[in-house]
């Protein structure tokens, strides 16, 4: 079955602009999660998304806004882009469950790497 | 808030030689998760572990969860080229709301 798809896969905008980025999780998985990694970096938690409803939510400003549709497809927002959001952003997919504890294994796509100028 | 601390932050190896990585959290883990990312590449999931004291192997590779639950480690043995990358351990509490909360990786280099 088909993997995670991310969408656009490079992308470049200058300061002040916003981007939207795009996230189809595996057929069946309810649970999107959202990060952001940096050049020598680990992984930054930027949100988990389960059945519509944000469920955890990382570290980030506000300015990082995410949603998730009834067909678990997910999108992020970056609004008033910084030279800092330069990164690649990667979405993961998981089964999840209705109770919240969610054990599932993350299947990642291949991420969009977003340079700001 | 609950972190998960990996070291080392970087492993030079000769090729042959064994690795390992090793991951302790600030409070009980439910389960814990590995994974490895091909420089390049994105994070592919390789095993979980759920009991107090499991050890489960592939291949060369052993994994390690505490007796407490608080720790795990991540053995190869033998390393090959092929096991370039960076391993990522990640667990999941109550504490935390069942959110992963991934350590900051140990990238394995081999030397040339």
């Known amino acids: 079955k088909a993997g995670v798809t991310q969408t656009p896969r490079y992308l470049i905008k200058t300061r002040g602009q916003q981007v939207t980025l795009s996230c189809s999780p595996i057929?069946?998985?309810?649970?999107v999660s959202w990060y952001q990694q940096t050049p020598g970096q680990g992984l930054q938690f930027l949100f988990e998304?389960?059945?519509?409803?944000?469920?955890n939510k990382g570290n980030f400003p506000g300015r990082f806004s995410g949603r998730q549709f009834s067909n678990s497809r997910s999108e992020m927002n970056v609004s008033t882009l910084e030279l800092g959001d330069s990164a690649l952003y990667l979405c993961?997919?998981?089964?999840?469950?209705?109770?919240?504890?969610?054990?599932?294994?993350?299947?990642f796509g291949e991420g969009s790497r977003l340079t700001v100028l | 808030g609950q972190q998960v601390m990996q070291i080392p932050q970087y492993q030079h190896v000769q090729e042959g030689e064994d690795f390992t990585t090793y991951c302790n959290s600030s409070?009980?883990?439910?389960?814990i998760q590995w994974y490895k990312q091909r420089p390049g590449g994105h994070p592919v999931f390789l095993i979980q572990?759920?009991?107090s004291g499991e050890v489960k192997k592939q291949k060369r590779l052993t994994f390690q969860f505490g007796e407490a639950k608080k720790n795990s480690s991540l053995h190869i043995t033998a390393t090959q080229t092929t096991d370039v990358g960076t391993y990522f351990c990640?667990?999941?509490?109550?504490?935390?709301?069942?959110?992963?909360?991934w350590g900051a990786g140990t990238k394995l280099i081999i030397k040339p």
């Open positions: 998304y389960f059945s519509e409803t944000q469920r």
């Open positions: 057929s069946g998985h309810r649970s």
């Open positions: 990640a667990g999941r509490s109550m504490d935390s709301n069942y959110q992963l909360i």
């Open positions: 572990l759920v009991k």
């Open positions: 409070t009980t883990l439910s389960n």
């Open positions: 993961a997919s998981s089964l999840g469950t209705s109770g919240g504890s969610n054990t599932g294994e993350l299947f």
